[in-house]
């Protein structure tokens, strides 16, 4: 076969020139690497309280400023500008508005508006916290909240006179009916009433205990008040009788007989004047919880809640459609397992899943309102989530999360950390100095003794021997044998620890509040603090290789490592959210998940490192023909590598070099070769071309193939078993390469 070694040769002369010049001309440079936002809520605050004139205008308000407006029931809503007032944690809880045009919200202060929230005044500079306002006409009204405060003003606000509640308990909600006759609801199982305008208040007994959270009377004697049972009376208060046995936090009637009430997750409708109560369809909350509720006839009516959460029912609740389209709680866990697929965990209990790099989002039913705060993957298919706060405190899904299953732990604590080394092997940390074993992928969990009480808030294993918990006031465990035994290793450090992250048995960091950033060279023997530049709280750790790292935290912190640790530098997030979870997968992407259901999306192409891939435009060529080579090659990394390029038929033991191109660093480019296929002879062969990548020290970064056979006609290929791999080698082994 030598004459068609040499025919090979010839073809081969006559791509090396074409080959070279596309390879080192107009390569592609990669772009640096920059953070996007990849989900976001469309309001990012708890809305707390809901109010409509009519059944078109309407006003939202809630955390970080917020007041959204509507004028059309509903299908859009507004941001309100509201002027900036120096007080921590700016938020409202309460809206009311007695006509399209005059309202008032209160939260910290109360705001006051003449123009239907165009603008708003700052009515009450006190630093009071305000839970409740009512008016009964544009001038007359009263604000309640913490520590028993009552406010009272007859000129529409310009002036506030504060009234003695003789209470110290946070008061929620105020009804009045006319200027004289009112009630104000509380903690301690307080109702208040006044038939003197607020003058004089007068405690009024009930059979609740607990916290009153609502009130809402419907003339002089009627009304109702919603604590942890409800509450009816048809003497103005003198008597309270409980009318259903259900925690209701808010409520609210349209007359004597018809009327809702809603729990933080369920909405219930009475036809009799709350002595019966049917639950509704549950309206979609995806694991909000309701704070806010307002009908303005038996059919129109919208409840508000967390995450951005507003929804409307057009039928008396038999209905609910979301008014916002991305509505959800915090983020307490994120996982990714490839740079398409991975899984959100929700506070109250939601899990979303990506299948397509976070584009779009699907949610799962976790069958816990619990706040989901671990998530471990080992594939596609199955998953375990930790979570706090609820009854459920480790879920199990085989299906990629279309199902998850409780898991039995045996223990009552709240868990923030998985960690598992294969699909029977993990661990759980928790509450309590909480740390839970298994070897049989969670069907059983056994409690191991960590020797400490504190709070653990992060868990890695290396290995099935070797691990790391860190939690509260700067506790650090190890362990050299699955956690068969703990030790405890001085931090140096008495702040909350809230994540950390180990590239093998030595090298590890953990990271907590007050910017502490702590990282070990020797397995924890001893830790060493690095500046993070920063004093917010830093609650996640991951690197992608040995050098590249990232830390995130409060107020949208993303710092950055090239240098294995040592040194870190703040990345421009574009928000200011809480970043409390990081992933990464291998890929080219980082994700990280936050407060309203943000998620970020990091893309650098460099953390994939070299690769090519090589693909023909068919698989059989005759005389004539013309064949096309499509090669991709990346080369994002900071170091120059060579590509090589063989050509091989096995079934003759031939193979030949055909070339040896150095690429440069940052190229990224895809080309097309195409030759036509000369006149080889009447006998049929295959043949291979097989690419490489190979570093300075002539290790392989990425390798490909592609098969395809040479036919002068019908005549089929002849069967031949070939180990292609192993011919390859040889073959390789033995061809010296062009200069």
Known sequence: ?????????????????????????????????????????????????????DASDGWA????????????????????????????????????????????AVGNGIRHTSDGGV????????????????????????????????????????????????????????????????WVV????????????????????????GGVY?????????????????????????????????????????????????????????????????????PVSQGNDYHGMDF????????????????????????WTPQTELYFNDVGAIYFIDDNEGWLGLWRGPILHTSDGGSTWIIQDSGTRADIRSIYFIDCNEGWAAGSGGTITILHTTDGGDTWLSQETGVHASLYALSFVSSEEGWAAGDYGTI??????????????????????DLQFVSADVGWAVGREGTILHTLDGGNTWTAQDSGTDTFLYGAHFLDTDRGLTVGGSGTILQTTDGGNNWIMRDSGTSVILEDVCFANEVEGWIIGWDGTILHSNDGGVIWSPQNSSVGNVL?????????????????????????????????????????????????????????????????????????????????????TGYNDTHDFSFAIPDWGSTPFGNIFYVQLLDASSEVLDADAACWAYSPGEEALPAREVDIAEEIKKAIERVELPV
Not at 75 to 91: G, K
Not at 296 to 319: A, E, F, K, R, Y
Not at 637 to 650: N, Q, R
């Open 119 to 182: 603008t708003w005044h700052d009515q009450h500079t006190g630093y009071h916290t305000f839970r409740g306002v009512d008016f009964i006409n544009s001038e007359v009204g009263w604000a309640v909240g913490w520590y028993g405060i009552i406010f009272h003003t007859n000129d529409g606000g310009m002036t506030w006179i504060e009234q003695d509640s003789g209470m110290d308990s946070r008061l929620n909600a105020v009804d009045f009916i006319d200027a004289n006759t009112g």
């Open 296 to 319: 303005v006839s038996p059919n129109q009516g919208w409840i508000v809640g967390t995450g951005g959460l507003i929804i409307h029912t057009g039928d008396g609740g038999d209905s």
């Open 61 to 104: 308000v809630g955390w970080n400023n917020v007041i959204a407006h509507t004028a059309d029931g509903g299908n859009t809503w507004v941001a309100q500008t509201i002027p900036d007032v120096d007080r921590s944690a700016p938020r409202f809880y309460a809206v009311y508005f007695v006509n399209a045009s005059v309202g008032w």
């Open 186 to 209: 509380g903690d301690n199982n307080t109702i208040l009433h006044t038939t003197d305008g607020g003058n004089t208040w007068v405690q009024q007994d009930n059979p609740a205990t």
């Open 580 to 664: 409390s979870g990081i992933s990464y997968a291998g890929g080219a992407n980082l994700w990280v998940g936050g407060q309203f259901g943000l998620v970020l999306k990091y893309t650098d192409p460099s953390l994939v490192g070299a690769s090519i891939t090589l693909a023909t435009d068919k698989f059989t060529y005759s005389p004539s023909d013309t064949m096309t080579v499509t090669i991709d090659i990346s080369n994002p990394t900071e170091d120059s590598v060579t590509f090589h390029w063989y050509w091989g038929v096995p079934q003759y033991s031939v193979w030949v070099p055909v070339m040896s191109v150095p690429i440069p």
């Open 436 to 457: 839970l074993h298994t070897t049989d992928g969670g069907d059983t969990w056994n409690a191991q003794d960590s020797h400490t009480s504190q709070q653990l808030l």
């Open 214 to 282: 609502d009130v809402f009377f419907i003339s002089e004697n009627e009304g109702w008040a919603a604590a942890n049972q409800l509450l009816y009376t048809n003497d103005s208060g003198n008597t309270w009788t409980i009318r259903s046995n259900i925690r209701f936090e808010m409520i609210d009637f349209v007359d004597a007989s018809e009327g809702w009430a809603a729990t933080y997750s369920s909405v219930y409708y009475t036809t009799d004047g709350g002595t019966t109560w049917t639950r509704l369809t549950n």
């Open 1 to 53: 076969m030598e004459w068609k070694n040499t025919m090979l040769k010839r073809t081969i002369l006559s791509l090396v020139v074409v080959v070279s010049i596309l390879l080192v001309s107009n390569p592609v440079a990669f772009a640096e690497g920059t953070w996007e936002i990849v989900r976001q809520a469309d309001w990012e605050t708890h809305f707390e309280d809901v109010y409509f004139v």
